[in-house]
Nanobody, 122 residues
Framework: QFEVEESGGGLAQPGGSLRLTCRASGVTLQNYAVGWFRQAPEKGREGVAC????????FEADSVKGRFRIGRDAASNLVYLQMNNLKPEDTAIYYC???????????????WGQGTQVTVSL
């Protein structure tokens, strides 16, 4: 059993940027598919982006393409989500999920953290 931890959330103005970070104790994240998904108040979960293990193929939701970027920092054993040109509709709790083999289209990650709040507002 290991713990997944998200960080980097906060308040940003429309058009601003935030960088979320995902860490997991006791595992090498490069060996896992790592994805970000979000949940806004009174809405269902929405997959944002995911990076596959080994080949690092990336999947991004249409709603964030061109604005968000997922990537790995292997030296620091973390996965980040760089969020640029933020919009009020990006407001949500953002979760980091891990799956040993693939990016699950139904967001059925095997491990995930407590989430980090992102609020986009003037």
């Amino acid at each position: 059993q290991f713990e997944v931890e998200e960080s980097g959330g906060g308040l940003a103005q429309p058009g601003g940027s935030l960088r979320l970070t995902c860490r997991a104790s006791g595992v090498t994240l490069q060996n896992y598919a790592v994805g970000w998904f979000r949940q806004a108040p009174e809405k269902g979960r929405e997959g944002v982006a995911c990076i596959k293990p080994t080949i690092d193929a990336i999947f991004e939701a249409d709603s964030v393409k061109g604005r968000f970027r997922i990537g790995r920092d292997a030296a620091s054993n973390l996965v980040y989500l760089q969020m640029n040109n933020l919009k009020p509709e990006d407001t949500a709790i953002y979760y980091c999920g891990l799956h040993q083999w693939y990016c699950p289209s139904d967001l059925s990650y095997e491990h995930w953290g407590q989430g980090t709040q992102v609020t986009v507002s003037l």
